[in-house]
């Protein structure tokens, strides 16, 4: 069992950054694929970000390349997402999920376990 709390939510202008956190317990951090997603009022949950185990290897949804940054520190057990040149259309609750598998998955169904969320509010 891995449990996953999400921080660093809030409310931004347009253009600014916000950086989220998700911190990590219970089995080994490295085992797990790390990815974050986001659901819009209204909308389905969709894939923002994943890295690799040990963080080689990301990838990144069209809607936020270029703008956000996931990374990860195994020895803090903290996934991050960094986020700039926030817009509106970035407003959605944003969770962490952990997966077993080995590669990269942008499936929501290939994650395991999930964090309750962290509201992200950006305003015009």
């Known amino acids: 069992q891995v449990q996953l709390v999400e921080s660093g939510g809030g409310q931004e202008q347009a253009g600014g950054s916000l950086r989220l956190s998700c911190a990590a317990s219970g089995r080994t951090f490295s085992n797990y694929a790390m990815g974050w997603f986001r659901q819009a009022p209204g909308k389905e949950r969709e894939f923002v970000a994943a890295i690799s185990r040990l963080g080689g290897n990301t990838y990144y949804a069209d809607s936020v390349k270029g703008r956000f940054t996931i990374s990860r520190d195994n020895a803090k057990n903290t996934l991050y997402l960094q986020m700039n040149s926030l817009n509106p259309e970035d407003t959605a609750v944003y969770s962490c999920?952990?997966?077993?598998?080995?590669?990269?998955?942008?499936?929501?169904?290939?994650?395991?376990?999930w964090g309750q969320g962290t509201q992200v509010t950006v305003s015009s």
């Open positions: 999920a952990a997966s077993q598998r080995v590669g990269l998955t942008t499936y929501s169904h290939n994650y395991d376990y």
